[in-house]
């Protein structure tokens, strides 16, 4: 049997670590000071949510949909692409072929997606599924409100994500 290569990862803490009283200290020091800025200064660290609601970052990545022309169609051309690059493997696509209709440019969709799901349990909103898409018809929205009583609510169907919802807009 061949020598199994181990590394020591034990740490040698210098003398002030040692001493964990000064972290613990420097932890109720400020602890100490958001007491008195609350509690004497009145500072509010908190907002009266759902009526008061933080700005988010631009950058913020939150629930998907997916965009549709003015015929209510998805953008979406089942091309597998999203599904392919998903880190988290939460994308299901089914393919079908589409025989009816154009798109807002005249150009044929060939194919669109019988099913398109979304585990969004699993889902990291790393957003390279957007970054992916060539018909920017998955994107992720700054809605940050998803919470659901059952697990399989958390798994977005076509009709989900294809829905108008006030607030359900790209990122900027
Ligand atoms: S945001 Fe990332 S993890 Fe979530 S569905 Fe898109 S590619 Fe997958
Ligand atoms: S959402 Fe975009 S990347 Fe995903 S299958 Fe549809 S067209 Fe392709």
């Given at each position: 049997m061949g020598k199994?290569?181990?590394?020591?990862?034990?740490?040698?803490?210098t003398f002030k670590e040692s001493l964990y009283l000064v972290a613990i200290i420097q932890g109720m020091m400020i602890t100490l000071k958001r007491f008195f800025e609350g509690f004497v200064?009145?500072?509010?660290?908190?907002?009266?949510?759902?009526?008061?609601?933080?700005?988010?970052s631009q950058r913020f990545r939150g629930e998907h949909f997916i965009s549709i022309d003015n015929n209510k169609t998805e953008n979406c051309t089942a091309c597998?692409?999203?599904?392919?690059?998903?880190?988290?493997?939460?994308?299901?696509?089914?393919?079908?072929?589409?025989?009816?209709?154009?798109?807002?440019y005249g150009v044929k969709k060939e194919k669109?997606?019988?099913?398109?799901?979304?585990?969004?349990?699993?889902?990291?909103?790393c957003g390279m599924c957007e970054e992916a898409c060539p018909k920017d018809a998955i994107k992720l929205s700054r809605n940050y409100e998803m919470s659901v009583l059952k697990r399989d609510d958390a798994i977005y169907d076509l009709d989900h994500l294809k829905r108008e919802v006030k607030g359900l807009k790209g990122r900027g």
């Amino acid at each position: 049997m061949g020598k199994i290569n181990t590394v020591n990862v034990s740490k040698k803490y210098t003398f002030k670590e040692s001493l964990y009283l000064v972290a613990i200290i420097q932890g109720m020091m400020i602890t100490l000071k958001r007491f008195f800025e609350g509690f004497v200064l009145h500072k509010k660290f908190t907002i009266m949510y759902p009526e008061e609601r933080r700005d988010y970052s631009q950058r913020f990545r939150g629930e998907h949909f997916i965009s549709i022309d003015n015929n209510k169609t998805e953008n979406c051309t089942a091309c597998f692409l999203c599904e392919t690059v998903c880190p988290a493997e939460c994308i299901h696509i089914v393919a079908d072929e589409r025989e009816d209709d154009q798109n807002l440019y005249g150009v044929k969709k060939e194919k669109k997606p019988l099913s398109f799901d979304i585990d969004a349990l699993r889902c990291c909103f790393c957003g390279m599924c957007e970054e992916a898409c060539p018909k920017d018809a998955i994107k992720l929205s700054r809605n940050y409100e998803m919470s659901v009583l059952k697990r399989d609510d958390a798994i977005y169907d076509l009709d989900h994500l294809k829905r108008e919802v006030k607030g359900l807009k790209g990122r900027g």
